[in-house]
């Protein structure tokens, strides 16, 4: 009777570890999940910026380049003056 009893604890300590492993391992787990789930909402967020920026560089890409305009041959002093004398009459008219 003695040893069925001692078998019977042993039995009974055996399944509380085991019982204790099991809640150790889901507790692990659950944290795992956790920070997979945070990294995924990180990642999404980073995901959404990146979109945008690709937007806005096909936007800009789409768009037509500036007009260039060839600059005055040297020594054309009537046309800097010309150029001077727009600007000036800009920058009153403005106040400045």
């Known amino acids: 009777?003695?040893?069925?009893m001692q078998i019977l604890i042993l039995i009974i300590l055996g399944l509380l570890g085991i019982t204790r492993?099991?809640?150790?391992k889901?507790?692990?787990l659950k944290k795992d999940i956790q920070q997979a789930q945070f990294t995924v909402k990180k990642?999404?967020?980073e995901l959404?910026?990146?979109d945008e920026v690709q937007q806005k560089?096909?936007?800009?890409e789409q768009e037509e380049p500036p007009e260039t305009i060839e600059p005055p041959p040297r020594g054309d002093v009537d046309g800097r003056l010309d150029r001077l004398?727009?600007?000036?009459?800009?920058?009153n008219s403005r106040g400045e």
Do not use: V
């Open 21 to 24: 492993l099991q809640a150790h």
């Open 43 to 45: 990642r999404e967020q």
């Open 26 to 28: 889901t507790k692990d």
């Open 57 to 60: 560089i096909t936007i800009i």
């Open 85 to 91: 004398n727009r600007l000036h009459k800009r920058a």
């Open 48 to 50: 959404e910026k990146i």
């Open 1 to 4: 009777m003695n040893e069925i």
